[in-house]
């Protein structure tokens, strides 16, 4: 019976020692580890301390069955590496969830498009700034597929240096991306100056008003929002009309649209990315057809990756930003549909031929001003339009 209870007190202990652990260590390590560098090296630190965790965790449970040694020394010593064991696992974890951050998906290291990485993959001006900034640097946060422009506007205009992209979800730097939500949550809670992005969402401006902030929106430059489909598939053009029917569920197979007799697979994206924001201004007035999870991709590359993959070959329809989807993400198993007999070309989009022609904006709390204003009057100017161009993008003017 002795036995019995003192092994109810190593798991009632244990136990108790697992909790502070979790709540310590999840807490610590945000502040611990969020630079890279340490989080890589709590890596190997993470065996050393499970192997010592370990040791102590016998020899403690050992002196209290059987009451030798010095079981409150051990104790204190099992506590003490096994917390360290918890802090470093967490931090382990932040660095997974950093790698992950930085990469929308395998082929897409958004750390080949940071401001000042070489060799650059951004636009760069074809003469000197105008301005520079060399302290108040404006904080910049935004959508994955505008990354490339507004990082380029950073390494134009401020100091040389490593700006994280993003950890735990939040700003890592002057100039970070933590896609458009997270962008908007950010910007109207303090944690950013200006976000690059697609319009908000009723969601985001409904807790930017219930945060009693106004979102202040300039337009900066055109895109396109393109819907695709795999390159196998017969159908190349659709009418606006034949788009609403495919996600209001009134069309529901290709050869109703010329194509060959297959069940249409429409994906969607998740509410509040700036995807689906355009998306959902498009179907206005539609009555959407509720997609199964599986036909709801995490981020646009997913979607690229559906749409293209053999499985669902001709059957699948999806979209993004031309951009993103012809130059970040590049596949050359989809294509862009045309719509209404119009192709998405920078002419089309320009001239606003091609139907699905988009704003996207420099986002901020009320009328900039300072720093910020300083900057966005910049990114209006030729040389912010010069740097929009080169990126692949249309210009505003």
């Known amino acids: 019976m002795k036995i019995l209870i003192n092994i109810g007190k190593v798991i009632t202990i244990l136990l108790l020692l697992v909790i502070c652990i979790y ?10 580890f969020s630079d890279l560098f340490l989080v890589a090296i709590s890596v190997w630190i993470a065996l050393l301390s499970f192997l010592s965790s370990l040791l102590f965790t016998c020899v403690f449970i050992i ?15 099992l506590l003490c590496s096994l917390f360290i064991f918890g ?14 951050q930085q990469k929308v998906k395998e082929e ?16 760069e001006l074809s003469k000197k700034p105008t301005i520079k900034f060399t302290n108040n640097l404006p904080r910049l946060d935004g ?85 695709l489909v795999n390159e196998n598939n017969k159908v190349s053009n659709l009418s606006t009309s034949s788009i609403k029917d495919i996600y209001g ?19 969607q994206r998740p509410e509040g990315s700036g995807s689906q924001t355009v998306f959902l201004s498009i179907m206005k007035g539609v009555k959407l057809i509720s997609p199964v999870e599986e036909q709801v991709a995490g981020d646009m590359g997913t979607m690229i990756d559906k749409v293209a993959d053999y499985q669902n070959s001709k059957n699948a329809i999806g979209y993004s930003f031309r951009y993103y989807a012809s130059t970040m993400n590049a596949n050359h198993k989809i294509k ?19 139907p699905y022609s988009a704003d996207f904006y420099a986002v901020t709390i009320g009328n900039p001003k300072g720093n910020v204003k300083k900057l966005i009057d910049w990114v209006l100017s030729p040389q912010g339009q010069e740097i929009i ?9």
């Not at 002196?63 to 010593?77: C, H, N, Q, V, Y």
């Not at 958004?110 to 650059?120: A, C, D, G, M, Q």
């Not at 002057?174 to 908000?200: H, K, Q, R």
């Not at 569920?249 to 994906?267: F, N, P």
């Open 336 to 354: 862009f549909l045309s719509i209404n007999g119009i192709a998405p070309t920078k002419e089309t989009i320009k001239s606003g031929k091609y």
């Open 249 to 267: 569920g009134a069309v529901t197979d290709w050869s109703q649209l010329g194509g060959e007799k297959r069940k249409i697979t429409a994906y």
């Open 389 to 397: 161009e080169k990126t692949g993008y249309v210009t505003i003017k």
């Open 23 to 32: 709540t310590l260590g999840e807490g610590l390590t945000y502040i611990l």
């Open 143 to 227: 959508a994955t597929a505008l990354y490339p422009i507004y990082s380029a506007f950073a390494r134009a205009l401020y100091p040389r240096t490593d700006y994280t992209i993003t950890v735990f979800n939040l700003p890592g730097s002057a100039v970070s991306c933590t896609t458009t939500g997270l962008a908007y949550t950010n910007l109207v809670d303090g944690n950013s100056d200006i976000v690059f992005a697609a319009e908000p969402s009723k969601e985001q401006l409904a807790y930017a008003k219930s945060k009693g902030k106004d979102l202040y929106l300039t337009p900066i430059g055109k895109e396109a929002f393109v819907f």
């Open 87 to 100: 802090v470093i696992n967490f931090g382990t974890l932040a660095y997974n969830n950093y790698e992950e």
């Open 108 to 123: 897409i290291n958004l750390n080949l498009y940071k401001p000042f990485y070489e060799p650059t993959k951004l636009a």
């Open 63 to 77: 002196s209290l069955l059987f009451r030798t040694g010095k079981p409150k020394l051990f104790g204190i010593i």
